[in-house]
């Protein structure tokens, strides 16, 4: 929520007992279970005094997602971005391309100058599509619009 994981911390309530020290043996086991004294400090501000900020966070990536959505819609039909429920990172499906993932993976790096997280590292149902992360200055994300649209449009 306060994307404050680079300081080793975070939470998890899970109210069932049994899946609770399931999953406290797993953090044991890989080592995650532990914090710092940073991670400690930023966790408890973040949750004392992060309301304000993070009600103004949540509205600044909802514009961001209506943004993207409604570019692509308008400007790059050949593609379709899938809405996120609870995430700022966005599905793009660009199967309509007719690339195979690693001509799409190349196009996306050398011809629209992008780094977008290739669909096939999440598994098969991943060939043909990227991931966009909106969380960023709406400058920023205006020129890998931008990018986008006009690597796409001289295809």
Known sequence: TFNITGLSISSAVISDKKLRE???????????????????????????????????????????RDHVLEF??????????????STFLMWINF???????????????????????????FGTAGNGFMRLNFACPRETLDEGLSRLKNAVDNL
Request: cysteine-free.
């Open 72 to 85: 692509i819609a308008r400007e790059l039909p050949q593609l379709t971005a899938i809405k996120p429920e």
């Open 95 to 121: 199967e309509k391309l007719g690339m195979k993932q690693d001509k799409l993976n190349e196009f996306i790096i050398k011809k629209a100058r992008l780094g977008l997280n290739d669909g096939a590292a």
């Open 22 to 64: 399931a999953f406290s043996t797993q953090t044991e086991r890989l080592h995650i279970s532990q914090t710092n004294v940073f991670g400690i400090t930023a966790f408890e501000a973040a949750y004392t005094h992060g309301e304000r900020w993070l009600t103004a966070l949540l509205q600044y990536l909802e514009n961001n």
